[in-house]
Structure formats: structure tokens, C-alpha cells
């Protein structure tokens, strides 16, 4: 007997000829019926798990079984019964808030079954809204995304519609594509030095190839989509993916992924700073201090590969900088890769022990992915 949302039901059941847990757990759906209840076996836990049907979760209830069928199928809180009481279903923002404070040792995201545009679009409006932090995979099986000039597919939405920021678009056969490209921002290794490699061209044994035309590269391409592909030409073959793109300034995966690791890591040395047990002044020798913190962090990023020596900016990028420092700065670009610039300690700052300007800019100097190569003959 069970009471469910506060009736009792009680239930005869017919296990003749049941031969498995599976089958138990049907002749108990087929005795409760679905408009009370589901009845599923879970392998996992080896456990039957009854869902109460009701429009309102968080409303529903149900009691621990008792009797000597309840006692044989293990649903009694003396034989280790478990009830997880009924909740409203939560959406996106609070989703995602209860993952962060659980915790926040992770970076990019996506489903494991292929979500609704709708769920699409709340994904990649929390991935826009945390400032870089974080990003969402979203990935799609429609055959839209491979016409060319369609606009009824779900990147197009992200990018074209809602400008969203932080979402790496992925047309794939299934959720394993999603793993895989987060299985390459997890793998990428900070520590070694030259550890920096792109998305694209990245391989991986057992994954078959879901682009295999010029036609649906070339529109994938041009949507914003990442996919897996197989590309021939004369007797080269190669699987990999393509392009290694996310949406928003940084443009690049590795380039997001490395941003992501250089401010958690920038603020954990200033942190460690401000716990060693000495102040820091508002003058030059407190500037040094700051400085001196972030120092390690910024040669073992560029260790890696994310700063640059010998990158030509532009004379817009050039002035934007000195602008800011109010002193030009691009030969110290140019031949270190990067600037850090801690503003003026100002009385008011002083005053309320608040954070000077503090701006690192360093040089990217991305990655070649492709090559245009002109073979000429001379006799």
C-alpha cells in the first residue's frame, strides 16, 4: 500500500512469468497506472523509482510502501527506501546559479540530449551574461544548419539575432560532439610550455566524421558552425574539426579558454598578496607589490603560447592603449607582448581603499590555419 498526493492506494500485483527487474517494474506501472504514477527499474542504483504524475511537482507527494510486497520490493524506509519530494521545475538562470555555488571549478557546459531552441537561447543567455567566465556548447542534429543562407537553425538565433557572446555552435550526430570539444578545453595544459594548440585540426580516434562535402562545409562555415569532418584531397585524408570558433570578441576557442585561465589565475596571485601578511600602499612601492604578484602568472601564460612577442597592432589599436596610459606604450607591446599598466593612486582611492586602474593588455598572436601556397616552377 501507498498513499500518493494523500490517498491511499493499494495495489494487487501479478508477477507470474516475470523474469526480470524491468519486467517487475512494468507489472507495476500496468497495476498503478500512468495517470497516478510511472514505474521505471534503475539500473544504476538497482532501485524501482515511481514518479507521481501531476501538473505541479512541487505539489505532489507519496509515503514509503508498506506491507509484505512492499517489504520484498524494497520500498519501506526500514528496507532503504528513498523519497525525494516533488519541485517545480527550475529554469535556466536558477539552474545554472545552483551549479556555481556548488561549484565553480569548471569552465564550458552543454546538455547530454539535444535541448529546444528555446533552450538553446536560455543557455546562451547565461554563458553571455558571466562576463567570459564560462561557456555553453550548443549543438544541433538540424539539417537546417547545412543550407546554405538558411536562417532557420539555431546559431543563426544565437549570432545573427541575439548577439550572444561565449557559445561555441556545434553541428554534430549526437551529444559526444559536445563532449569532445569539452574534452579540449579541459586537456589544454597551461603548465608546459608551447601547450597552446587550436581547436581546429584536433583529432579524435572513434569519432566519425558528420561533414563530409564542400557544399556543407562552406555552409556550416559560414553560419558558425564547429563540426567534425573528413576531408580529402589527392591521396590526403584527414579527419578533424572545424573551425574552432566561439561567438563574441574572442572569436577563437583556445583564445577564450586561455582568457578564462589568465584572470582565475591573476586574481588567485593578487589574492595571495593581500594575504601575506604586509600592506600595500598607495604609492609606487604598492604599485610594485601589485605588479610584482601578477608577474609569475603572466610569464607562465606566455610560456604557453597565450602572449606574443613581435605582434603588429594596428595604429587604432596603438591609440586606444596610450590613450588609456597617456604615454605610448607599443614598442613595450611589440617586444614583450604585453603591458601592465596600474593607474594613478589617487587620494579618493585612498580614501576608501578601493582598486587603482589596473589594465593588462598583451598580444595574441593566434594561430595559422590556413595556408595559400603558390608552387612555381623555374627552368
Not at 162 to 168: A, D, E, H, L, P
Not at 329 to 343: D, E, P, R
Not at 344 to 369: E, F, V
Request: proline share 2%; charged share 15%.
Amino acid at each position: 500500500m501507498l498513499s500518493i498526493n494523500g490517498k491511499s492506494v493499494s495495489i494487487e500485483v501479478n508477477f507470474n512469468g516475470v523474469a526480470s527487474f524491468a519486467a517487475a517494474a512494468t507489472a507495476l506501472q500496468t497495476a498503478l497506472t500512468a495517470a497516478v504514477a510511472t514505474v521505471v527499474f534503475d539500473t544504476t542504483q538497482n532501485a524501482f523509482v515511481i514518479t507521481v504524475a501531476g501538473a505541479k511537482p512541487g505539489s505532489t507527494t507519496i509515503t514509503f510502501g508498506s506491507g509484505s510486497a512492499a517489504e520484498l520490493l524494497k520500498m519501506t524506509s526500514n528496507t532503504g527506501a528513498v523519497i525525494s519530494r516533488g519541485a517545480p521545475v527550475s529554469d535556466v538562470p536558477d539552474t545554472m546559479a545552483a551549479i556555481k555555488a556548488a561549484s565553480q571549478q569548471w569552465a564550458g557546459f552543454s546538455t547530454v540530449s539535444e535541448v529546444t531552441d528555446e533552450q538553446h537561447l536560455a543557455f546562451s543567455a547565461w554563458a553571455n551574461g558571466q562576463g567570459k567566465r564560462y561557456f555553453y556548447v550548443a549543438w544541433t542534429t538540424s539539417g537546417n544548419a547545412r543550407v546554405k543562407g538558411s536562417t532557420e537553425h539555431i546559431a543563426y538565433q544565437i549570432i545573427a539575432v541575439n548577439n550572444y557572446s561565449s557559445v561555441v555552435p556545434v553541428f554534430a550526430t549526437d551529444g559526444n560532439r559536445a563532449a569532445a570539444v569539452l574534452g579540449y578545453a579541459a586537456c589544454l595544459d597551461f603548465i608546459r610550455p608551447e601547450g597552446r594548440v587550436s581547436f581546429k585540426f584536433r583529432e579524435y580516434e572513434g569519432l566519425a566524421a558528420d561533414v563530409t562535402s564542400g557544399s556543407d562545409y562552406d555552409a556550416l562555415i559560414a553560419a558558425g558552425y564547429n563540426f567534425y569532418g573528413k576531408y580529402a584531397e589527392n591521396s590526403v585524408v584527414e579527419d578533424y574539426w572545424a573551425d574552432g570558433t566561439i561567438t563574441g570578441d574572442f572569436k577563437w576557442l583556445d583564445s577564450f579558454c586561455g582568457q578564462i585561465w589568465l584572470n582565475a589565475s591573476l586574481q588567485g596571485a593578487v589574492i595571495a598578496l593581500f594575504k601575506s601578511n604586509q600592506t600595500v600602499p598607495y604609492n609606487n612601492e604598492g604599485r610594485a607589490l601589485v605588479a610584482a604578484s601578477m608577474s609569475d602568472v603572466i610569464q607562465q601564460y606566455k610560456r604557453w603560447g597565450g602572449i606574443r612577442e613581435g605582434v603588429t597592432l594596428t595604429e587604432a589599436q596603438k591609440k586606444q592603449i596610450n590613450n588609456v596610459v597617456e604615454a605610448d606604450v607599443s614598442s613595450t607591446l611589440f617586444a614583450t607582448g604585453y603591458y601592465l599598466y596600474i593607474g594613478d593612486m589617487l587620494p579618493s582611492l585612498r580614501a576608501t581603499r578601493s582598486s587603482p586602474s589596473c589594465t593588462l593588455w598583451y598580444c595574441d598572436g593566434g594561430s595559422i590555419q590556413k595556408l595559400v601556397i603558390a608552387s612555381t616552377e623555374v627552368q
